[in-house]
């Protein structure tokens, strides 16, 4: 017996909104399958009005409505039979996200939850990234986000240790992360990685994604320390409309790619690691999975 739903996430990051539209596909006897059906996502930006302002704007705020009232047709469209929204940073320390969200769901019905980091690592952290990496090997797990980083210790299959960051690609930006919180994320580093061996890192977010796909490795192989500093390079020798007009960057990501590539080399750096894996993972896949295992558990108490 075959039974095929479909689940969407709505993740509003700091930089960009997106929905993601996955076929839940179970068979008797068979594990069940996450098959990315949709992803839609939207550059809002919500970072740039939060770090520097401590607000969404009113544009954003319309924005947001319009994105989410777009999400709801696309999803009905579909035939979605549950979904999840979840904001991160940017609506987390906004002084008006209450607000905000209040508003969406008055307007389109769509309940969001203002998830915090920690949770938010909880979730990436739960995708099943068993599939991607080696159950004898160590890894850093680092999701780069427009509002901050999340940074998990895997040891075997089993996750270690986790922590939020406020290191983000839009706070880099606009140049809004302390000497100090750079200083903090270094010795958290080197005191949860120093006892391993060999670290490997893995890297998810939307720009290594990019560079990956850039590259032309082969899904699964990883990417050098040597390929990414000579990567981070020479995109510096490029100006920000160089990057859009020479190198087909979306001009959304022309500017955040650099001050990621700079998270995920210091990452790499401080733990050692020689390569780094990129296993096309977010948390828009975390909140699909949730969505399953949470109907799943309520359906057998």
Not at 233 to 253: A, F, G, V
Request: net charge positive; aromatic share 8%.
């Amino acid at each position: 017996m075959l039974s095929i739903k479909k689940y969407a996430a709505i993740d509003i990051g700091s930089n960009a909104v997106r929905l993601l539209i996955s076929n839940i596909i179970e068979q008797k006897g068979q594990p069940v399958q996450f098959k990315k059906n949709s992803l839609v996502r939207v550059p809002i930006r919500l970072g740039a009005d939060v770090f520097i302002k401590n607000k969404i704007s009113k544009e954003n705020t319309q924005r947001i409505l319009d994105t989410m009232l777009a999400f709801k047709l696309l999803m009905k469209s579909h035939k979605v039979v549950k979904y999840k929204a979840c904001a991160t940073s940017a609506m987390r320390e906004s002084t008006n996200g209450k607000k905000v969200v209040d508003l969406v769901l008055k307007q389109t019905g769509i309940s969001i939850d203002i998830i915090e980091g920690e949770e938010e690592a909880a979730i990436i952290a739960a995708t099943d990234l068993n599939k991607f990496i080696d159950p004898n090997k160590t890894y850093l797990y680092v999701d780069v986000g427009g509002g901050s980083t999340e940074f998990t210790v895997i040891d075997r299959g089993n996750q270690v240790v986790s922590k939020s960051f406020k290191i983000g690609t839009v706070r880099l930006l606009n140049d809004m992360v302390k000497n100090e919180t750079w200083h903090e994320l270094q010795e958290w580093i080197g005191s949860q990685t120093k006892i391993y061996e060999k670290i490997d890192v893995l890297g998810s977010g939307g720009n290594i994604n990019k560079i990956f796909k850039v590259s032309g490795k082969a899904l699964g192989k990883p990417l050098s320390y040597f390929y990414m500093t000579s990567y981070y390079n020479m995109l510096q020798t490029y100006s920000y409309e160089e990057r859009i007009t020479e190198l087909s960057l979306n001009q959304d990501r022309a500017d955040v790619i650099i001050p990621a590539m700079r998270i995920y080399l210091s990452a790499m750096k401080w733990s050692h690691a020689k390569n780094i894996y990129v296993p096309k993972i977010g948390l828009a896949d975390g909140i699909i999975k949730s969505i399953y295992y949470d109907t799943v558990s309520s359906n057998t108490q």
